[in-house]
């Protein structure tokens, strides 16, 4: 457990406040902070008629019955609807997107707003939302923060009515409950391979494979465009439909192929196709038939446009959305040529193009980094393209003329393609550069508060230590202790302590007993074992880490005393709060001794140390501490450092707790407030500040304000945090004690079910958030039968005079 100060996530079942994970000390979100008066420019924005980023209605024969069914979803009065397949064993090219884009330019006259998302990610929503602010408030968006920007489209799009979101390609649908859930006003559209996962409440269109018919028609009109095919051409027409299984995709290429050669016939392509990659593709049927009109085409284009070729393979390696042209084009190549190759590319339906920026199909991607045969000596085809997806990042990270630094709206741009290299490395492949890179992307999405974004660059940069360094570097080492750290903030216990575990114990071999990178690895599998609830585990391992530490360093070094701050917050989660205050508040004195009355670190001390008196119920003395501590605060750190927002929140608590609503619930909202414009709508502590103020409304009474305003919390959680994490089952927890404060039963019970089944999947059965949850659930299960009884009670009476069993 580093020093952290924290943010209370607190449960609507127990008392007082429950730390959750916050930023290191010293760390703040910089950049421009969205102004007083533009946090209100979203109501007054009005967007222009027609207002799309719609890219060109594609061709889309045989949907007639799913785009009217489509239709009758979206103005029935329900939030959204999911385009899926279910029919390709979970592969893309079914035709979702075509018929999500074919929807939204038939009705575009009834829609304000049109906005298409590339949702394969958190990270790419949250992009498209910041281009939907760059269109409508261009001037203000140039020079605001990505998180402003974000924040600044949800408020937007909560304002005015009548838009169409269409998600495209959602990888998880938990990735759009944030926005599903908050955003009212409008439609929702989303288009993805998932079949499972999307709520009761969403409903679905399901789309298989085109009929004979339709397939064949589609096809023809592809090759011959509007001539009329003779009888023979249909024929054959229908005869390579039925090869390619009726599969739109495959139908798409292969028209796009016949289109673009006009001297090869339907037949001829017939037999070609029987003979490429017949067997040779792994992967389901689906795979195989596209990866054969696949290798038709690449043949063709490289004897015709070798570069395209060249391009298609480096976009395999890149996210497979909005990929720059200018990260496609070889450096010192020139862009109008590659502006040529995507055109060709485009032609033969391989990419779709923009202008400016690529998407790539993700099955495309997927086989093209396949490993692919050569002859000679000569690198081969995917490994090349590899190579120039690599350089062609580097390059574009490379600070311009005259500048040290790479602008952040940059590492913006390129940290979803870092991502992708990150997570798709050929084997025994490493580069010390890109490795550089990842260290800096994961730095910045740590301090983004999207620590658990970064296990793909953390897990590359480990990889390249091990092999460069190896095992025992204390490079390698620390590579290690952050990426258990961010497996932990992910909710991952089941990797995290075992890493923690391992880790410490090869700094024990290499590096020695007392080495300060082994303590400090004691010290993280401590926090481990406290953050899963195994005080037992936990207390002893801090106890002989302080020890330790004072031997080594003495009483009074920092690492000393943060040891023995770490040792007190487990002693208060232990509830031994006599042996917590008294440790805490020697903890600080030296703490004013030895850094000073101010240093962020003992002003760190002095917060928990005030959190340790409200948990004691000594109410007064927290207050003042937490008043003073405050002040401190806003003149050392400023009024917008993530410390000084959760002293506001953690004071806002305390007035709570002691009755004082009226100080409580207006601390509580200016705080948020301050949240969601310094660290942006989804960072886990406004996510926890969110909760709080939820709760202060429950504790008012005013359940209209506190449960939209916890369900909101939990869906964001799920998209954030991720289905399990403790601070997921907590807000479930919350939501569940919030039904049942107003009587809903039948929404409370099934939700503490399914928090208490996954704590005790996710904690054990002894952790005390399972423990709380099961008590919880009692409680229900024992309100239900109360209101069963009574129910009964009033029928008998009813129907006659009441009888001695029926009083019993």
Known sequence: MSMNDAVSWLHVEAVGSRSIAAEQIGIALTGDVLPAEALYAPEKVRAAPGTSNLPTAALCLGREEELVG???????????AITQSGTVHGLGGIGKSTLALHYA?????????????????????????????????????????????????????????????????????????????????????????????????????????????????????????????????????????????????????????????????????????STKLGKAAHGIDAERTIARIWNVTLRALEADDPLAVDVLHTAAWLAPDDIPHT?????????????????????????????????????????????????????????????????????????????????DSQWDTVIPHLVTLAATPPPGHHSAPLTDAYT??????????????????????????????????????????????????????????????????????????????????RVHLAGAYQEAGDLERAIPLYEATVAQYEQVFGDNHPDTLNGRHNLACAYLDAGDLARAVNLMEATLARYEQVLGDTHPQTLVSRSHLAGAYQKAGDLAQAINLMEATLTQREQVLGDNHPNTLASRNNLASAYEEAGDL?????????????????????????????????????????????????????????????????????????????????????QAIPLFEAALAQREQVLGDNHPDTLLSRRNLAGAYQAAQAVQQRSTATSTTATGPQQPSTAE
Not at 70 to 80: M, P, S, W, Y
Not at 674 to 683: A, F, K
């Open 105 to 273: 330019h038939r009705h575009r006259g009834d829609y304000a707003l049109i906005w298409w998302i590339n949702a394969a990610s958190p990270d790419e929503i949250e992009t498209s939302l910041t281009n939907l602010t760059h269109m409508l408030a261009p001037s203000w968006a140039a020079t605001a923060e990505r998180a402003a920007q974000v924040a600044w489209a949800m408020q937007w799009l909560a304002w005015h009515p009548g838009w169409l979101l269409v998600y495209d390609n959602v990888e998880n649908p938990d990735d759009l409950a944030p926005y599903t859930g908050a955003l009212p006003q409008g439609h929702h559209l989303a288009t993805s391979r998932r079949t499972t996962g999307w709520p009761d409440s969403a409903p679905t269109v399901t789309l298989g494979i085109l009929n004979a018919d339709d397939a064949t028609t589609l096809l023809c009109r592809l090759v011959f465009k509007d001539k009329p095919a003779t009888r023979r051409q249909q024929s054959d027409a229908r005869a390579l439909a039925t090869d390619l299984g009726y599969f739109p995709l495959a139908i798409k290429q292969a028209g796009a192929y016949l289109s673009q050669n006009r001297g090869v016939s339907l037949a001829a392509y017939r037999r070609r196709l």
């Open 662 to 746: 009226e100080q409580a619930i207006p601390l509580y909202e200016a705080t948020l407030a301050r949240y969601e414009q310094v660290l942006g709508d989804n960072h886990p502590n406004t996510l926890a500040s969110r909760n709080n103020l939820a709760y202060a409304y429950l504790q008012a009474g005013d359940l209209t304000r506190a449960i939209p305003l916890y369900e909101t919390v939990l869906a964001q959680s799920e998209q954030v945090l991720g289905d399990t994490h403790p601070q997921t089952l907590a807000s479930r927890n919350n939501l569940a004690g919030a039904y049942q404060e107003a009587g809903d039963l039948e």
């Open 440 to 521: 800096t992307a994961a730095n910045r999405l740590h301090q983004q508060g999207h620590t658990a974004r970064t296990i793909p660059l953390l897990e590359a940069i480990l990889a390249q230590q091990e092999q460069v360094l190896g095992d025992n570097h204390p490079d390698t080492l620390a590579s290690r202790i952050h990426l258990a750290c961010a497996y932990l903030e992910a909710g991952d216990l089941t990797r995290a302590i075992p890493l923690h575990e391992a880790t410490l114990a090869r700094c024990e071999q290499a590096l020695g007993d007392s080495h300060r990178q082994t303590l400090a690895g």
């Open 70 to 80: 489509l239709r009758r979803i979206l103005t029935d009065r329900r939030e959204g």
């Open 327 to 407: 990260l496609l084009t070889p450096i010192g190549g020139d862009p109008e040529d590659t502006a040529e190759a995507i055109g060709t590319l485009a032609a033969y339906s391989m990419v779709s193009d923009t202008g400016t920026t690529v998407t790539v199909h993700r099955l495309v991607q997927a086989i093209l980094r396949t490993s692919q045969s050569v002859e000679g000596t000569q690198l081969p085809r995917h490994l090349q393209g590899r190579d120039r997806a690599e350089q062609a990042v580097l390059h574009s990270l490379a600070p311009p003329p005259g500048e040290d630094t790479t602008a």
